[in-house]
């Protein structure tokens, strides 16, 4: 069973920094493009930011300049650095190989 580990999230205040991290099995981080999906309250999941086999990236317009993906070749590690974070950026955050293989998610709380 193919599994994604995602870690690193937890509660900071406005203006603050996360850096989430996804371990991905071997076996499929090659080739694959990667991303980070995010689920506010009450609302649908949503595209945050991917990283595709050459190394291009996109991200959504709401966390553009704020957040960056990276992924480290030699450790299967899919990262999500998030600087500069808003209470909107309250979410369950997802990451996804090819939106076929999912994580469990880690929470992120933004608050005063």
């Known amino acids: 069973q193919v599994q994604l580990v995602e870690s690193g999230g937890g509660l900071v205040q406005p203006g603050g920094s996360l850096r989430l991290s996804c371990a991905v099995p071997?076996?499929?981080?090659?080739?694959?493009?990667m991303s980070w999906y995010r689920q506010p309250p009450g609302k649908e999941r949503e595209l945050v930011a991917s990283?595709?086999?050459?190394?291009?990236?996109n991200y959504a317009d709401s966390v553009k300049v704020r957040f960056t993906i990276s992924k480290d070749n030699a450790k299967n590690t899919v990262y999500l650095q998030m600087n500069s974070l808003k209470p909107e950026d309250t979410a369950v955050y997802y990451c996804?190989?090819?939106?076929?293989?999912w994580g469990q998610g880690t929470q992120v709380t933004v608050s005063s």
């Open positions: 071997a076996s499929i981080f090659s080739g694959n493009s």
């Open positions: 990283i595709y086999r050459i190394g291009y990236t």
């Open positions: 996804t190989v090819g939106q076929h293989y």
